[in-house]
C-alpha cells in the first residue's frame, strides 16, 4: 500500500479516537438502566413472573411519583422481554387486601402473601429519594417473594416531572440532615455506585492475513554498498537509500491474541489488546528504489532475507452496537506500541555486542502502528460466546544496526481476519 494511502488511514484513526473520547457517552434512560439490571438475573429465575410494586417516598407521604415510576419500570421490563410482568390493576387489589397500598413497606410474611395471590417468583419495588435539584433519587429491589430476600438493587437520578399530592410552594425537601429510620424488616438499598462494569474477553486467532512490508536502508553519511546488504544486481553502489514497498510476506504462526473490552456503558467501551504476529520477505519479483528513483526489477530469491516479529499492546476505544441480547456488531480504533524482534541473515551490522561488520543482523526495537477491527459477537449464553471480525493493521519502526548516522525502517501492513472465543465478566 502506497505511502500516501497509510497517511490517510492513521490520520483517519486519530480522527476517530479524538472523536469518540471528545464526545460524552451515549446516556441511557435511567429507567431502562434499572429495566437491564434486573434482565439480567432473569435467567436465576424458574418462571420469570415478577409484580412491580409503586415506589414511596422515604420520607412519607403519598404521592403520583411511585407510580409513575413503576410504570415506566414495567415499560422498559416488557420492551426488554425478559420477565413476565403482572398488570398494575391485580397488583392494586392485592395491595389493597393486604393494607400495603399506602405504606409500601414488604415484609417477608407481605411478600409470600403476594407471591402466593399473584403467582409471582418475584417482586420490584424501592423508595425515592428527592433531593434539592429537582431530581428524585430512584433506589430498587428485586425480593424472591419466598425469602423476601433482595436478589438484585440497582438505583439511578431521574428528573421529577410529576408533583407531590398538597405540595405547598414553600415545601421542604429532604436534607441530608434529616434522619429517617427504616422500618425493621425494610431494605434500604446503598447509595447508588452505577451499573457494575462489563469486562468483553476475546481470545483471538487470526484465520486469514493478507500483509505487505515496506523495507529501507538509509546513510547520508557513508552511504550504502550491495555487499553490505547482502544484495546482488547490475546496480552500482553509488546510492545512499535503497527501498522497497508493498513487499508480499509470508507468516510461520498466524496472528494470536487476547482483547479485554472494558465497557462505560452499553454503547461504549475502551479496548487494550495483547497480540503476537510475525511476518517475512517471502521469494519475489519486485521493484525497487534508488535515492527515491524508480529502478527496474528486483528478485529476492529467498523467504527469509527480512523478518520481524511483533508483540504488540494496543489502547483504544471499541464502540458497540447491540442487536439483540445475544449479538453485537462492534468496531474500534487502538494505537498500538510494539517490542519488534527483527532479523535480517544477510545483512552486515554491529548487532549483538559485535564490534565486527558482520552477518547477521538482529536486534529488538520499539515501534509504533494502529489497528482499526470491524465485527461481531455472538452469545450462546450471558457470559460466553464467540465472534469474528476484519482488521486494518499498520505497525512501524526504526532500526540502525548498530551503524553510525543509518536510518533504517520497516513497516507492515495487513488486512486480516480472526474468530476466536468471546467471554462476558460483570
Same mark, same amino acid.
Given at each position: ?33 434499572? @429495566? ?14 415478577? @409484580? ?94 419466598? =425469602? ?13 416531572? *410529576? ?11 429532604? =436534607?441530608?440532615?434529616?434522619? !429517617? ?9 446503598? @447509595? ?19 500483509? =505487505? ?7 547520508? &553519511?557513508y552511504g550504502q554498498k550491495k ?16 527501498? *522497497? ?43 525497487? *528504489?534508488? +535515492? ?26 471499541l464502540p458497540v452496537i447491540p442487536?439483540?441480547?445475544?449479538? +453485537? ?16 541473515? &544477510? ?15 538482529? +536486534? ?14 455472538? !452469545? ?47
Amino acid at each position: 500500500m502506497k505511502n500516501y494511502t497509510k497517511i490517510i488511514f492513521g490520520l483517519l484513526s486519530i480522527v476517530i479516537c479524538v472523536s469518540f473520547f471528545a464526545l460524552p457517552a451515549v446516556a441511557e434512560d435511567p429507567y431502562k438502566t434499572i @429495566a437491564r439490571e434486573f434482565s439480567k438475573y432473569a435467567s436465576k429465575l424458574t418462571t420469570r413472573k415478577i @409484580a412491580v410494586i409503586p415506589f414511596t417516598y422515604v420520607e412519607g407521604g403519598e404521592a403520583s411519583g411511585g407510580t409513575i415510576v413503576s410504570e415506566r419500570i414495567i415499560t422498559q421490563l416488557v420492551n426488554l422481554g425478559e420477565f413476565e410482568v403482572v398488570e398494575r390493576a391485580q397488583i392494586e387489589k392485592v395491595l389493597k387486601e393486604l393494607n400495603l397500598q399506602t405504606t409500601g413497606i414488604i415484609d417477608q410474611s407481605s411478600a409470600k402473601e403476594i407471591g402466593k395471590i399473584l403467582g409471582v417468583e418475584a417482586i420490584i419495588t424501592g423508595s425515592l429519594i428527592q433531593k434539592t435539584n429537582g431530581l428524585v433519587e430512584v433506589n430498587a429491589r428485586l425480593i424472591s417473594t419466598e =425469602t423476601a430476600k433482595v436478589l438484585c438493587a440497582s438505583g439511578v437520578n431521574v428528573e421529577r416531572d *410529576w408533583n407531590v399530592k398538597g405540595e405547598a410552594q414553600t415545601q421542604q425537601y429532604y =436534607t441530608p440532615t434529616q434522619q !429517617y429510620s427504616a422500618p425493621a424488616n425494610e431494605y434500604v438499598a446503598p @447509595a447508588y455506585q452505577g451499573p457494575a462494569p462489563v469486562v468483553i474477553i476475546d481470545i483471538m486467532g487470526g484465520v486469514y492475513n493478507n500483509s =505487505t512490508m515496506d523495507l529501507e536502508f538509509s546513510n547520508s &553519511y557513508y552511504g550504502q554498498k550491495k555487499d553490505w546488504l547482502g544484495l546482488t544486481g547490475s546496480f552500482s553502489d553509488g546510492f545512499t537509500k535503497i527501498e *522497497w514497498r508493498d513487499l508480499g510476506t509470508i507468516s510461520s504462526l498466524p496472528p494470536l491474541g487476547v482483547r479485554f473490552g472494558i465497557m462505560a456503558s452499553e454503547y461504549l467501551g475502551f479496548l487494550m489488546e495483547f497480540s503476537y504476529s510475525s511476518y517475512a520477505i517471502n521469494s519475489q519479483t519486485t521493484t525497487f *528504489w534508488l +535515492d527515491g528513483v524508480k529502478q527496474g526489477t528486483f528478485y529476492f530469491s529467498t523467504d527469509d532475507y527480512f523478518k520481524v516479529n511483533f508483540f504488540t499492546m494496543g489502547f483504544g476505544i471499541l464502540p458497540v452496537i447491540p442487536i439483540g441480547k445475544n449479538f +453485537d456488531i462492534f468496531f474500534g480504533a487502538a494505537l498500538n506500541m510494539n517490542l519488534c524482534f527483527w532479523e535480517a541473515p &544477510y545483512v552486515k551490522g554491529y548487532t549483538g555486542g559485535s564490534n565486527v561488520f558482520l552477518a547477521p543482523s538482529e +536486534d529488538m526495537e520499539l515501534g509504533f502502528g494502529f489497528t482499526v477491527p470491524v465485527g461481531m459477537h455472538i !452469545y450462546f449464553t450471558d457470559g460466553f460466546g464467540i465472534f469474528a471480525e476484519g482488521r486494518y493493521t499498520y505497525n512501524t519502526f526504526n532500526f540502525t544496526r548498530t551503524v553510525d548516522d543509518e536510518n533504517d525502517k520497516a513497516g507492515v501492513t495487513s488486512l486480516s481476519a480472526f474468530a476466536g472465543l468471546s467471554f462476558k465478566v460483570r
